[in-house]
């Protein structure tokens, strides 16, 4: 059960480096193997520097439109591949047997085991927000998951469209390919 295991400190569901999505993003560096805040801001850094979209696997349709937009001789008609029904088929082969909700205290603990890269997932998350309001894509979310207690909710959490005069989404994309 994966309570017991959470709870009882398994070796698989306790290990001290819960650590996986910020290494990748994180570099090369000695100090990205290990958590914590310099891996983290080096992380954030380089999704920033040296990235045109992180996206959420949770608002995948999203990613979809906007590689769609932005790299079109790649992603000509993803979005209607992907809703294909033909596609969809090859999604539902798996399914998890006797699938367990965690009970909060689990959750909880796991928050405090992961909070390095619980942090760093509503970071790319706000950033691909900021990245979705800027070319006017609306979340299709209906109510967002919560966040653990110890973050403190953004206030570039919104899901009306950003109304920049200045900058137009074309200048906006060359600025990125310039870098």
């Not at 400190?9 to 805040?37: A, V």
């Not at 959420?56 to 993803?78: A, G, S, W």
Request: aromatic share 14%; proline share 8%.
């Amino acid at each position: 059960d994966i309570n017991v295991c959470i709870l009882e400190s398994y070796p698989e569901c306790s290990n001290p480096r819960l650590f996986y999505i910020i290494p990748y993003f994180c570099g090369q560096h000695p100090r990205c193997r290990e958590p914590g805040e310099w891996a983290l801001e080096r992380a954030k850094l380089n999704v920033n520097e040296n990235f045109l979209l992180v996206g959420i696997l949770e608002e995948l349709e999203d990613v979809l439109l906007l590689l769609e937009r932005f790299l079109p001789h790649y992603f000509k008609d993803v979005l209607s591949i992907y809703k294909n029904p033909e596609h969809r088929k090859l999604g539902n082969l798996t399914v998890t047997v006797k699938k367990t909700i965690p009970s909060p205290e689990a959750i909880q603990i796991l928050y405090q085991r992961m909070r390095y890269e619980y942090e760093f997932y509503y970071y790319v998350k706000e950033q691909f927000h900021l990245l979705k309001r800027k070319f006017g894509l609306k979340s299709h979310i209906r109510k967002p998951s919560p966040r653990p207690e110890f973050f403190i909710p953004s206030p570039l959490e919104t899901e009306e469209p950003i109304n920049d005069e200045e900058e137009d989404d074309k200048k906006w994309l060359e600025d990125i390919y310039k870098r």
